[in-house]
């Protein structure tokens, strides 16, 4: 089954504050077994996260995953997703 995942890139500390920092949301999706997410396509790494995304799967509760990112000096490619693996599925 394949399930819609979320990265959510920035949570302001008091609900009144804006995030200002230029971002594109990355896009996977999650191949999910018995509840478990086993693998992550990633679709488009997104781009402009200064630090790892919370990952969110529809219907797998917890789910884990390893991310990393990437910067550099192309701002359209600055802190975008590079790695994206699965941890429920070991």
């Known amino acids: 089954m394949l399930a819609k995942i979320q990265l ?3 949570k302001p500390l008091r609900p009144e504050a804006r995030c200002t920092w230029v971002h594109r949301e990355a896009v996977a999706n999650a191949l999910v077994k018995d509840g478990k997410v086993t ?4 679709v488009d790494a997104g ?5 790892v995304p919370q990952v969110t799967v529809d ?8 991310v ?3 910067f ?3 701002l359209a490619k600055n ?4 790695v994206l ?6």
């Not at 693998?39 to 990633?42: C, D, S, T, V």
């Not at 781009?47 to 630090?51: H, V």
């Not at 219907?59 to 390893?66: N, S």
């Open 39 to 42: 693998a992550f396509e990633l």
């Open 72 to 74: 550099g000096k192309d």
């Open 68 to 70: 990393e990112l990437a």
């Open 59 to 66: 219907g797998v509760k917890d789910a884990q995953a390893k």
């Open 85 to 90: 693996k699965a941890q429920d599925g070991k």
């Open 79 to 82: 802190g975008s997703v590079v």
């Open 8 to 10: 959510v890139w920035c």
């Open 47 to 51: 781009a402009g996260y200064s630090s």
